[in-house]
């Protein structure tokens, strides 16, 4: 499907920076046009953020393909501070992770979106699709919950030079924050304060998007009870 649609706000520039933090595949690829016109169409992010995303998209659509995956990978699959799986950074491997991720995903479901199979909720392109379909204002403020946690993966990805950092400092900036290089703790438990305030408010509903919203670009209708298998599924893997 295209990314350039009829919605309002900054749910278009939200979808595009969801799909440059997935992995960069030919699919990927085939849609750098259009999620460049909608960044442009939109005009939420700063024109300084967009020259820097811009350049990204012009890597990945230039560069070598086996080297942009494999530092994809290397960047995000392996190692703690740039993980973009948020509880990870909160609760690490404890079993606090588990609940809170039954929380999230009974927030996607109660706004009517279900996730597809072996996806996890705190996936940050799962959580910007969910922001994406909310109005501005109540995406703003979900986004702004969980900024002490991007600004230090915004450090992290600035500290590896990386124009992944740009993606970051574009998404705290559509939730109204300032992206500012914070202490890093590598591959171990991010400090305590960043756990405060509670990610997500404790999922909180409020706000929440209609069931017949449009859907985001990795969800799937399913019906509640096998949503709520994958998740119990997602949970015990996590543990």
Known sequence: ???ISNITGMSRSLRVLARL?????AALRADLADMRAAIQSEQAVTRSRQAELFM???NIAKGDTLQIEADYVELFDRGHATSLH????VHGDSRDRGPAMIDLTQTYEKAGLFL???ELPDYLPVVLEYASTQPPQEARAFLGEMTHILNAIFSALQQRNTAYASVIGALIELSGEKAQAVAVVADEALDASWEEPEVFGGCSVKGQGKPDQPQPIHFVKTNAASARASATTAEGASL
Not at 21 to 25: D, I, R
Not at 86 to 89: A, S
């Open 1 to 3: 499907m295209s990314l």
């Open 21 to 25: 933090l997935s992995y960069p595949n």
């Open 56 to 58: 990204l998209m012009d």
């Open 86 to 89: 948020l509880f990870e950074h």
């Open 116 to 118: 597809a199979e072996g």
